[in-house]
């Protein structure tokens, strides 16, 4: 198992970050590093709140202070930029623009978590609700039914007596 210096780390580390955003295939081939060494490296660069290049296909969440510093570098940006660092990011420019919105009002993590908590939980109890009329109406159509075949037996026990 090879060992890295800590400058060397930090260096690699920094090339995964803007502006170079060089992706890790790139630096296996430049600097034969194994490939999961860099995204180990990568991922505890993330767990700091630093920001990198992500070119995976799920949605990537970012922590606040990732959001800010998102939007730091953005401020400046025309919109051709904007789109290209997008892009290269992953993310949509609507994104920034909510996270800029949030940023103005006060918004925190909990305040977004309590408000996605209710969404979530108001479309279960409309969900639920739905699902409650539901079998309500298969209950009383039951019901009927099982009425229904009670007279019918009574209407024909009676003819037999007769």
Same mark, same amino acid.
């Given at each position: 198992?090879?060992?890295?210096?800590?400058?060397?780390?930090?260096?690699?580390?920094?090339?995964?970050?803007?502006?170079?955003?060089?992706?890790?295939?790139?630096?296996?081939?430049?600097?034969?590093?194994?490939?999961?060494?860099?995204?180990?490296?990568?991922?505890?660069?993330?767990?700091?709140?630093?920001?990198?290049?992500?070119?995976?296909?799920?949605?990537?969440?970012?922590?606040?202070?990732? #959001?800010? #510093?998102?939007?730091?570098?953005?401020?400046?940006?025309?919109?051709?930029?904007?789109?290209?660092?997008?892009?290269?990011?992953?993310?949509?420019?609507?994104?920034?623009?909510?996270?800029?919105?949030?940023?103005?009002?006060?918004?925190?993590?909990?305040?977004?978590?309590?408000?996605?908590?209710?969404?979530?939980? #108001?479309?279960?109890?409309?969900?639920?609700?739905?699902?409650?009329?539901?079998?309500?109406?298969?209950?009383?159509?039951?019901?009927?039914?099982?009425?229904?075949?009670?007279?019918? #037996?009574?209407?024909?026990?009676?003819?037999?007596?007769?």
């Amino acid at each position: 198992m090879a060992t890295y210096t800590k400058d060397f780390k930090e260096n690699l580390i920094k090339l995964m970050l803007p502006p170079e955003n060089r992706s890790v295939k790139e630096l296996v081939d430049e600097y034969n590093i194994h490939e999961q060494t860099l995204y180990r490296w990568r991922k505890e660069a993330k767990s700091k709140g630093l920001v990198y290049q992500d070119n995976a296909a799920s949605k990537q969440k970012y922590s606040r202070e990732m #959001q800010f #510093q998102i939007i730091i570098e953005t401020s400046q940006l025309n919109n051709h930029d904007l789109s290209e660092y997008c892009r290269r990011k992953g993310i949509y420019a609507e994104e920034i623009e909510s996270w800029k919105k949030a940023f103005v009002s006060g918004e925190t993590d909990e305040q977004s978590k309590l408000k996605q908590e209710f969404k979530d939980s #108001q479309a279960e109890l409309k969900y639920t609700k739905k699902e409650l009329d539901r079998k309500e109406k298969a209950l009383a159509e039951a019901a009927a039914l099982l009425i229904l075949k009670k007279k019918m #037996q009574a209407i024909w026990s009676s003819d037999e007596e007769d």
